[in-house]
């Protein structure tokens, strides 16, 4: 999940060099954060938070394949 992430991060952003994304398990409960630049917070975002809703799908999508829980926190 966390390449996942990461690979759809960085093809919004326009210094990908500065995409972090980190990954915390917590049972069968995962939270992944993503760290970008303060200029690529808009992106990332979207309008209204539509790139962020679309990133947390397909997230949720993939995740519910293995049958796990995947939170996608921006920070």
Known sequence: MK???????????DNPGEVVVTEKTEGRNIVIELHVAPSDMGKVIGKQGRI???????????STRENLKVDVEIV
């Open 3 to 13: 390449e996942l992430v990461e690979v759809i991060a960085k093809a919004l952003v």
């Open 52 to 62: 962020a809703k679309a990133i947390r799908a397909v997230v949720k999508a993939a």
